[in-house]
């Protein structure tokens, strides 16, 4: 990451944080934990007296400031319907903070007798996502939009059916979560599901 240190950072937003948080003067002392470093960002776990929240610090290259604008812009239009409440979102340093989930990790629950309610849980949150936000039509082909993908799209493995793709019409675009990795969905204790993770939420083809 090329940021200061995130712990600094989230040191010298205390008073942010704790107006963000909803506290009280006498508990404005925050202990930070940190979660995880990733090469764009770090997430930190911020504690209060009786509250938590989250806090992901975004590297200030071009990249982690896409990613920080993404991950804004989701949470507000969102409004907490499927993830976690904004609660301070600081340009300038590249800090979003949100409130803290109770629940577990929707993993935990994927090897149990409970799988098929939480695989219709997750089929429900991506429709859900798909919903949020106005349906952009698209000219072209499926074909021409994988040649044109920037990712590494190994275009081999779709050799048999390139005739077809070539010819099957795109749509329209819809929101669509392209980290949709378990750990980034958690199953609150009001047994709703929520997604915790959205900088690589974008409009892509219906379909994708």
């Known amino acids: 990451m090329r940021h200061n240190n995130p ?11 704790a107006f963000a ?21 770090a997430v930190y776990e ?3 007296e009786n509250k938590r929240s989250f806090a992901k610090i975004f590297a200030r290259d071009e990249d982690g400031r896409a990613r920080y604008a993404r991950e804004v812009a989701i949470l507000t ?12 979102a600081e340009e300038a340093d590249g800090v979003v903070v949100t409130a803290a989930i109770v629940g577990q990790p929707v993993r935990k629950f994927l090897n149990g007798l409970d799988r098929e ?3 219709e849980h997750l089929g429900q949150w991506i429709g859900a996502l798909a919903s949020a936000a ?5 000219v072209g082909t499926w074909g021409l939009y994988l040649k044109e993908y920037g990712t590494k799209i190994d275009l081999n493995i779709f050799a048999s059916i390139a005739a077809d793709l070539d010819d099957l019409p795109l749509n ?5 979560q392209s980290d949709a990795a378990l750990s980034n969905f958690i199953i609150g204790n009001d047994d709703r599901l929520y997604g915790i993770d959205f900088e690589e939420i974008r409009q892509k083809p219906e379909g994708w």
Request: no cysteine; net charge negative; glycine share 4%.
């Open 7 to 17: 712990q600094t950072i989230l040191t010298d937003l205390v008073d942010e944080i």
């Open 117 to 119: 309610h939480q695989i």
């Open 46 to 48: 911020i504690f209060a």
């Open 134 to 138: 106005p349906r952009e039509p698209l």
């Open 21 to 41: 948080m909803q506290l009280p003067e006498t508990q404005k002392a925050l202990t930070f934990r940190r979660v995880e470093t990733a090469r764009n960002n």
């Open 77 to 88: 239009h969102l409004d907490g319907r499927l993830g976690p409440d904004l609660l301070l």
């Open 172 to 176: 329209v675009s819809i929101l669509t």
